[in-house]
């Protein structure tokens, strides 16, 4: 599975930003993977999870993002998809995104997200 993110940036806080992870199509259609997600690791802290989209569309949240980030995918594009909203300088971060095909994990190349106050 070969994951290409993209879309991220510097936005000033209260700004919005859509990250991108489109699936190579030799990685097979998004829509049979188990589920897949965003992670993100801040400055100088460990990886964490931000958000996840099951295989039969259920979402779940961190807590710190829950109501200002929403993650999507299509499936005609092989793309997942983070809108992100309401953007606090506490967001900024490397995002990744995983993918969890056949209980492997697969992980793309981050994308950076600053936040400036």
């Known amino acids: 599975v070969q994951l290409q993110a993209s879309g991220g940036g510097l936005v000033q806080a209260g700004g919005s930003l859509r990250l991108s992870c489109a699936a190579s199509a030799a990685s097979g259609s998004i829509f049979s993977f188990n589920g897949m997600g965003w992670y993100r690791q801040p400055p100088g802290k460990q990886r964490q999870f931000v958000a996840g989209?099951?295989?039969?569309?259920?979402?779940n949240y961190a807590d710190s993002v829950k109501g200002r980030f929403t993650i999507s995918r299509d499936n005609a594009k092989n793309t997942l998809f983070l809108q992100m909203n309401s953007l606090k300088p506490e967001d900024t971060a490397v995002y990744y995104c995983l993918a969890d095909r056949e209980s492997h994990n697969y992980w793309g190349q981050g994308t950076q997200v600053t936040v400036s106050s």
């Open positions: 989209l099951s295989k039969g569309g259920i979402t």
